[in-house]
């Protein structure tokens, strides 16, 4: 009952949000993002977000069982109570989604957390990666290290990620557009290829697991142009050791409202990786079927064909049943799911990913 009262206390602030007579601070082109500074929080932006997903495979097993895992940290700015002292005005609030995507189990088993910044319980610090809300964490443990716990009612798991190669800019040197408005914008960076080991805990029975991750960090004040409804996005380690990156922003009609993508290429022995962005003209998606939740009747597109540049991929979901509702926390009701990735000209698997859904229940509003 605490932790309802508290979900709506927050949504109740939130809905001044809009009312909130705060000056943002813009995202522009030219930001230089800077490691690990900029791998911490961004108090003064609206709206912050880390994000890692990934696959794992119990350590040791004969059988080879993949699960997705997901967790997010979103940090707000509400524009409310900025000069009051007290620690309980709700200056800053913090939310964090959870789930773990197992076929076996058919739908998600997924958990929530929200509370305002304060009294150590909740904070999500400058400087460097060390967000904390209650039990759930995402901390830096040492140089391109970190270290995910979350508990759920049904599942948890504690991860340490291993950086294996450089952050990943998106868009321009981390300047990614949302919209043809500049405004409409965030800074945004990737850690793709991540190396995962830890343990998790599933209907009481503890497995050592290992697996792949990726990982986003994004901050802004204006993320979605008003005439956007919601967006599809995927983030994918490729087979090769490179990585991918899509997403495109939908208009009311289902179309594409501003569309991106960055592709780096595997590392050799001989050079670095490199990368290339795309941009509108050169992202397509297309829907090939769809899924409808039993539980909300909205109906999600979850395979794809999807165009990046001259390359053509398919999107398989790993399980169909990835719906997460989170209206008692963030207002927002999204699919989002683990997802094989494969190549239009060989038929074969290229890598494996996340894929993201928003905005098909009602338009997403952030």
């Not at 992202?283 to 769809?290: C, D, M, S």
């Not at 993201?356 to 509003?365: F, Q, S, V």
Request: charged share 25%; with cysteine; aromatic share 12%.
């Amino acid at each position: 009952m605490i932790a309802r009262i508290a979900a709506a206390f927050i949504a109740l602030a939130l809905c001044f949000v809009a009312q909130a007579k705060v000056a943002y601070p813009p995202v522009t082109p030219g930001y230089e993002i800077t490691f690990p500074r900029d791998e911490g929080s961004h108090p003064d932006y609206r709206l912050e977000w880390w994000y890692v997903t990934g696959w794992l495979e119990d350590a040791g097993s004969k059988v080879k069982a993949p699960r997705g895992f997901q967790v997010t940290f979103f940090r707000v700015r509400t524009g409310l109570a900025e000069n009051n002292p007290s620690s309980f005005a709700p200056k800053q609030v913090l939310f964090a989604h959870a789930a773990l995507a197992d076929p076996e189990h058919g739908k998600l088993r997924h958990a929530q957390r929200a509370a305002r910044a304060g009294f150590d319980l909740a904070y999500a610090q400058e400087g460097s990666l060390q967000v904390q809300l209650d039990d759930w964490s995402l901390k830096q443990s040492g140089p391109g290290r970190y270290r995910a716990i979350v508990r759920g009612e049904d599942f948890e798991f504690d991860l340490t990620l291993a950086a294996t190669q450089p952050p990943m800019l998106q868009g321009d040197r981390g300047f990614s557009r949302k919209g043809p408005d500049l405004r409409s914008a965030s800074l945004y960076y990737s850690l793709p290829q991540l190396a995962v080991t830890g343990s998790a805990i599933v209907d009481g029975r503890k497995v050592t697991v290992s697996g792949q991750a990726w990982f986003d960090h994004e901050w802004s004040s204006d993320y979605v142009d008003e005439r956007a409804s919601g967006w599809d996005w995927i983030g994918v380690n490729l087979d090769d050791g490179g990585a991918l990156m899509a997403f495109r922003m939908r208009d009311p009609q289902g179309g594409a409202r501003w569309a991106a993508a960055t592709r780096r290429r595997a590392p050799s022995a001989s050079s670095e990786a490199g990368q290339v962005s795309y941009g509108l003209g050169e992202v397509e998606w297309t829907p090939l079927e769809t899924w409808r939740s039993p539980r909300t009747g909205v109906q999600y597109p979850v395979r794809w064909r999807v165009r990046v540049g001259e390359a053509m991929y398919r999107i398989e979901p790993l399980m169909l049943d990835a719906e997460l509702d989170s209206r008692a926390t963030t207002g927002i009701l999204y699919w989002e799911g683990p997802i094989r990735l494969i190549s239009e000209t060989t038929g074969k698997e290229v890598g494996r990913g996340y894929l993201e859904l928003t905005g098909y229940g009602g338009k997403l509003d952030l």
